[in-house]
Nanobody, 115 residues
Framework: QVQIVESGGGLAQPGGSLRLSCAAS????????MGWYRQAPGKQRELVAG???????NYADSVKGRFTISRDNAKNTVYLQMNSLKPEDTAVYYC?????????WGQGTQVIVSS
């Protein structure tokens, strides 16, 4: 069974940056589209960025221009570069399939943006 491990979260100041990583135990990233999701306290989990097999990407309006998703198929890893962070970006971040979140959810990585 595929296992996903997210990492790279932490505490950042408003305007700061963080880079998240999502590693999978199997070679799945080359065959499916992947996305980064986030869930803030009291809110539903939402898809914020997706990267497709073609290499095309899309982003939620709330992060467009600030976040960049990328993938390294050889390393079975997907990244999320987060710049110009805002307090409203505070959430637990997860990765999963971008079209259908069909993989087992990882534990996520906590991002806190606060001064």
């Amino acid at each position: 069974q595929v296992q996903i491990v997210e990492s790279g979260g932490g505490l950042a100041q408003p305007g700061g940056s963080l880079r998240l990583s999502c590693a999978a135990s199997g070679s799945i990233f080359s065959i499916i589209s992947m996305g980064w999701y986030r869930q803030a306290p009291g809110k539903q989990r939402e898809l914020v960025a997706g990267i497709f097999r073609s290499g095309n990407t899309n982003y939620a309006d709330s992060v467009k221009g600030r976040f960049t998703i990328s993938r390294d198929n050889a390393k079975n890893t997907v990244y999320l570069q987060m710049n110009s962070l805002k307090p409203e970006d505070t959430a637990v971040y997860y990765c999963n399939g971008a079209v259908v979140a069909s993989l087992p959810w990882g534990q996520g990585t906590q991002v806190i943006v606060s001064s």
